[in-house]
């Protein structure tokens, strides 16, 4: 089509080539304002959390020293004052404090893989009646979830079964209470009150 004046007129289409679409952006956030964001939402949600109940037992090499009662604070004899539960992990060490203290030795064998261990556990020897009772006792730990050779002379030393198993032995050595599975707390208390010689 030819224009008065020489031109001509082109009809002018949208190419993706002249006109190239425009997308809107992301927005796009700050590293640093990522990372204070995500910090003050971990610190909200851990003010929000209720706290955790004490914990007394601490597996490792060397029993944690934790003061319940001071002497000088009433006439208590030292065996009606309540004393945490401490958790021994090295057999030959707590057989020696318990035949060097005269105590009585609370074994308890247990594997990661047991329901009923970790049952135990969270049932068991977190309940305030156990974890703070007034019979001093030696409490040993033993874990037995690798398949190693010591783990098979254990089963064999105390005779196992099945676990968990929780043995109670005197202060003299002799086994007063065996244990075999899931027990309740009363079941524990009544076996360590019998090895202790208390009614």
Not at 53 to 78: C, F, H, K, L, R
Not at 93 to 108: D, I, K, Y
């Amino acid at each position: 089509m030819t224009l008065s004046g020489g031109g001509s007129r082109r009809s002018f289409s949208r190419s993706p080539a002249r006109f190239p679409r425009v997308l809107p952006s992301k927005p796009s956030l700050d590293p640093r304002a990522f990372v204070l964001i995500v910090w003050a939402g971990l610190a909200a949600c851990a003010a929000a959390a209720p706290e955790p109940a004490p914990v007394v037992a601490i597996p490792g090499d060397t029993p944690a020293v934790i003061a319940v009662n001071d002497a000088t604070q009433g006439e208590a004899t030292s065996s009606s004052r309540p004393r945490p539960l401490v958790w021994e992990t090295d057999e030959p060490r707590a057989r020696a404090r318990a035949a060097r203290e005269g105590l009585p030795l609370l074994v308890f064998l247990s594997a990661d893989w047991s329901a009923a261990s970790i049952a135990m556990t969270r049932e068991v020897w977190s309940d305030p009646r156990v974890l703070v009772q007034r019979t001093p006792i030696v409490a040993l730990r033993l874990d037995l979830s690798a398949d190693t050779p010591d783990t098979e002379l254990r089963f064999a030393r105390y005779g196992l079964r099945t676990l968990p198993a929780t043995i109670v032995f005197d202060a003299e050595g002799h086994e007063v209470a065996r244990l075999s599975g899931l027990c309740t707390v009363d079941e524990v208390l009544a076996a360590i009150r019998r090895a202790a010689g208390d009614p």
